[in-house]
């Protein structure tokens, strides 16, 4: 599958954005996904993940309440709407796909099988 992230841009703090991740192919739905985030000069973290159905979601303990991730299996796409941003919150952000292949947790990078290009997402205070 090819993922094809967008969305991202220069917002103020406080200010909004809406990450969307389209993916190609007809099996969308099978796949859990994610989005994670890599600051300059940081490590990659995870963000949020959904499950196939989208029942689940999971969130890092410091963008809970603030950002949501939703999917629309019909479109193909998954969606990040990130509220109240942060300057902390710049970063390239990049959806993640993973097959089922499993053995991992969902907050774990090895978990996921393809990525996104990035989006960059800059909140200036």
């Known amino acids: 599958v090819q993922l094809q992230a967008s969305g991202g841009g220069l917002v103020q703090a406080g200010g909004s954005l809406r990450l969307s991740c389209a993916a190609s192919?007809?099996?969308?739905?099978?796949?859990?996904m994610a989005w994670f985030r890599q600051a300059p000069g940081k490590e990659r973290e995870f963000v949020a993940a959904?499950?196939?159905?989208?029942?689940?979601?999971y969130y890092a303990d410091s963008v809970k309440g603030r950002l949501t991730i939703s999917r629309d299996n019909a479109k193909n796409t998954v969606y990040l709407q990130m509220n109240n941003l942060k300057p902390e919150d710049t970063a390239v952000y990049y959806c993640?796909?993973?097959?089922?292949?499993?053995?991992?947790?969902?907050?774990?990078?090895?978990?996921?099988?393809?990525w996104g290009q990035g989006t960059q997402v800059t909140v200036s205070s």
């Open positions: 993640a796909a993973d097959r089922g292949s499993g053995g991992y947790p969902p907050q774990t990078a090895n978990r996921y099988d393809y």
């Open positions: 192919g007809r099996t969308f739905s099978y796949y859990t």
């Open positions: 959904i499950t196939r159905s989208g029942g689940t979601t």
